[in-house]
């Protein structure tokens, strides 16, 4: 198995209120700023199975505050792959700069969550609405294994349908493909939730989640709006909590 970042937007910032205030809004200091940028990620099987986690945000449309490094497709082949090579699509959840670029793959299947499935009005033989019937997953209480070592994960919260997509390496350790269940690392070590969820509740819990995992596991916490998260992945740093 191979995991890849798919590298798209750079160069943004977002304040240490929006990532932290999810709770209570006095929780942050809107002066303070942390490094943004916008990338997903690829899992290669090396078993002619090529699995995208997210699809970037839509070429044609700006996206605010960000410098575009690459349009979705060319970052995608910049890699070494072809659309038609790519087997499942993995949708964390339903936000533009994860779903823009579903349409360049029509012959992959795509498991989303049911409820932002439905928000989105997906159809096609190709859309799975995700059940997650393969019970529990470590502390996790709903799955779905999608290819060896390989599992869809329900952490409703951000969104309805929002779910984690956790990778197990040959080494080892565990890689976690989360979406925005934070934003930047250093409020899943605060133990913070950002100010962006539909069910806060939820969000709650499965950022408790989350959290008991990365304590017990030993693994690479995978963000899309860190530079952090490439890093991560490039340096094969453990996530570490007090």
Known sequence: MKIKAVKLYDDSEFNEQFLFGGENKADGNPEVKYPGSLQNFLIDMENGEVILVDTGFPSETPFKGYRKVNDYIDAFKALGYKPEQVTTILVTHKHPDHTGELRQFPNAKVYIGPEDADF??????????????????????????????????????????????????????????????????????KNKLSIVFEDLAAARDTLDRVREFVKNNPTIYLSTHTPEGYKNLEEKIIMKLD
């Open 120 to 189: 989105m009005k997906l159809t096609g033989e190709n859309i799975i609405r995700c059940e997650y019937t393969d019970g529990p997953y470590k502390n996790f209480e709903h799955s779905q294994k999608i290819a060896d070592g390989v599992y869809f994960i329900k952490a409703r919260g951000h969104t309805n349908g929002n779910s984690i997509v956790i990778a197990e390496g040959d080494d080892g350790v565990y890689y976690m493909m989360h979406g925005d269940v934070t934003y930047v690392d250093a409020a899943l070590k």
